[in-house]
């Protein structure tokens, strides 16, 4: 669940009021609107990144997290450009969240192989990022975010500047976990067919104000 | 009759211009300083003096042997008191000996002696008999120590022996090694703050981290000196113990200085800064800092902050996404920054003539024995110091290089 309460943030000179949202548990919610209307901005203030909060709140499943690190939201996020970690093989890459949570070697392996599976990537783990194509990018960050089972996973435009058959195969991907896995998604686009093909809540953003659509 | 509109030109007749001109430009200023750096290094390597082998050497020291000998007969022609005679034919036979005797290390000693006990006492004996022979044991004893300096050591073999330069050398790979490490040490969290976070007075604390790279080095040098020993905290008690044992207490103003040399005797340690080797490194780190500070700052603003992001998102937290996701992906800046702070520091002189003096086996750095041996007219010695010191940099800068290249990308 992403609930928003009167939110109101600020990144540098840009600033959004007043927004009021609910995407139910396990709900695909799709963000539309308009290139520079601060779709980015509200996704970044939900993972707790950059944009201030200046009033409101933001609720993930039924944890008030204005407060909170980014660390301790319990979340996955995918940004637009993947931003894998470079300097890691794919394996390292989706292992990350669950080194850091202390698990073993076994189950991390175990894990990242279960993931690897179900998105495809299985023949990737042993390489670096450098090289890889759109697609495969947004697989390997799509796992990483998948890895310590978010409550919440946070798109950027995943189905951007991707060619049509990636396109084709990415949007399978997303229908795919999201019946496999229990994730409430909040997945930012402006293409209105993605928005019919993969959503259950609609939101739309106009002018600086949150409206939902039906 | 027809107003047909003109005919296109014939696309094929279109020739884009030659970027021969273009590249030529271009390769002429690239090579011309090119050349002039290795005209620099050139110059270098032709100054000092090989030695020489002892065939020539005896070579070069025959035509001064014979006039010495001319010049002592030209003595012996004047003088008439017997004694004052056998004296000079005495010498006059060593001369020639000496000319015959083909051992070079002979000669020289020999002639050295000659000129500097022998002839003088000579000298000393015409005066008192008042024959005045002055003009010519003067020359004789001039072409002697001409023919003694030729039996000398190669420059190289000159710098290499000397241990004040032996110990400038190591001093300067330690303390600039030591400055480049520290350098790194602040450079690196002071470039990620500064390129990171936005805070009020940025712009003012990004003046102040460029003052040290816009500032003479001397006046750095300078900054340190009234900083450790012109600022007084109140006065003390220092005594001095004599050469006789005896002590006197004088009353001293309590500078930053003493107060270091006060705190390091309590553990039974000498620190100084002023003029002792940790001043080196400090002033060499004072310039070498700033420049890392900014390479590394360069570095972070090129590294998006998206993967730490993300990271954060993952669990991490701010510290841990430094290490394991920025630092990883920064380590070519890193090497960038170290290199540039070690070859700063290897260059510094002013701050360290300053604030640390150049004293023989302590402060003395190689640059400042490049200073010290020019200024005593030792131009080839300087040189041979010099070069020394570009193979020194040239030998590090490309191991850094080799190894920024090995080790950075290992999947590119």
Redesign the interface.
């Known amino acids: 669940m992403i609930r928003l309460e009167n939110l109101s943030l600020r990144n540098g000179s840009f600033e959004l009021d007043d927004l009021c949202a609910t995407i139910p548990a396990g709900s695909y919610g799709i963000l539309m609107g308009r290139t520079g209307c601060g779709k980015t901005t509200l996704l970044e203030a939900i993972c707790g990144l950059r944009p201030q909060v200046i009033g409101g709140n933001i609720w993930l499943n039924n944890q008030d997290v204005t407060r909170l690190k980014p660390a301790e939201r319990g979340i996955g996020y995918v940004p637009q450009d993947s931003a894998l970690f470079e300097t890691m093989t794919i394996f390292e890459n989706v292992a990350f969240a669950l080194r850091l949570r202390g698990w073993d070697e076994a189950g991390i392996k175990n894990r990242v192989h279960q993931l690897a599976d179900l998105i495809a990537i299985t023949p990737l783990l042993e390489r670096k990022p450098f090289g890889l194509s759109g697609g495969e990018a947004k697989r390997v960050a799509l796992a990483r975010a998948l890895a310590s089972s978010p409550g919440v996973l946070c798109l950027d435009e995943p189905l951007s500047a991707l060619d049509e058959e990636t396109h084709t195969e990415i949007c399978d991907l997303l229908t795919e976990i999201h019946r496999e896995i229990d994730v409430t998604i909040l997945h930012i686009t402006h293409s209105r067919s993605e928005a019919q093909r993969l959503g259950e809540t609609f939101l739309r953003m106009e002018d600086g104000r949150l409206m939902t659509d039906d | 009759m027809s107003d047909a509109p003109a005919p296109d030109p014939a696309p094929s007749v279109f020739q884009p211009r030659s970027d021969t001109a273009f590249f030529l430009g271009m390769g002429s200023l690239g090579g011309f300083y090119l050349f002039l750096i290795l005209s620099l290094i050139l110059a270098l390597v032709i100054v000092p003096r090989w030695g020489k082998s002892d065939d020539a050497k005896l070579q070069l020291m025959a035509p001064s042997l014979k006039e010495a000998m001319s010049h002592l007969e030209d003595a012996e022609d004047k003088a008439t008191g017997a004694e004052l005679t056998t004296d000079i034919k005495s010498a006059l036979g060593e001369t020639r000996q000496l000319a015959e005797s083909g051992k070079v290390n002979k000669v020289s000693t020999g002639a050295r002696s000659l000129a500097n006990s022998k002839l003088v006492k000579l000298l000393k004996k015409s005066d008192a008999t008042g024959i005045d022979l002055t003009r010519e044991i003067d020359l004789a004893r001039k072409a002697l120590l001409d023919a003694a300096a030729w039996d000398r050591p190669s420059d190289y073999a000159a710098v290499f022996n000397d241990p004040n330069i032996r110990y400038s050398a190591k001093l300067s790979f330690v303390s600039c090694t030591i400055s480049a490490l520290l350098s790194l040490w602040i450079a690196v969290p002071i470039g990620y703050l500064m390129s990171r976070f936005e805070f009020r007075g940025k712009n003012f604390v990004d003046t102040i981290l460029d003052i040290p790279i816009v500032l003479p080095p001397l006046v750095i040098g300078l900054g340190l000196l009234i900083v450790f020993n012109n600022i007084s905290f109140g006065t003390m008690d220092v005594a001095y113990v004599d050469s006789d044992g005896s002590r006197t207490v004088v009353q001293e103003n309590r500078t930053i200085e003493r107060m270091i040399r006060e705190f390091s005797a309590w553990f039974g340690l000498q620190l100084r800064v002023t003029n002792g080797v940790s001043g080196v490194i400090l002033a060499q780190f004072m310039v070498a800092c700033a420049f890392a500070v900014r390479t590394m700052r360069n570095t972070f603003d090129q590294i998006?902050p998206?993967?730490e992001?993300?990271?954060?998102?993952?669990?991490?937290?701010r510290g841990?996404a430094f290490w394991?996701?920025v630092l990883?992906?920064a380590n070519r800046g890193v090497l960038a920054a170290g290199t540039l702070a070690w070859a700063r520091s290897l260059g510094e002189f002013g701050p360290i003539l300053i604030f640390c003096g150049i004293f023989p086996q302590r402060t003395e750095v190689m640059s400042s024995s490049v200073y010290l041996l020019f200024s005593v007219g030792e131009i080839e010695k300087a040189a041979v110091v010099s070069l020394f010191m570009i193979l020194l940099a040239f030998v590090v800068l490309m191991l850094i290089r080799y190894l920024g290249k090995s080790h950075t990308m290992?999947?590119?």
């Open positions: 998006s998206r993967q992001e993300v990271a954060m998102t993952l669990g991490s937290s841990g394991s996701i990883p992906q290992p999947n590119r």
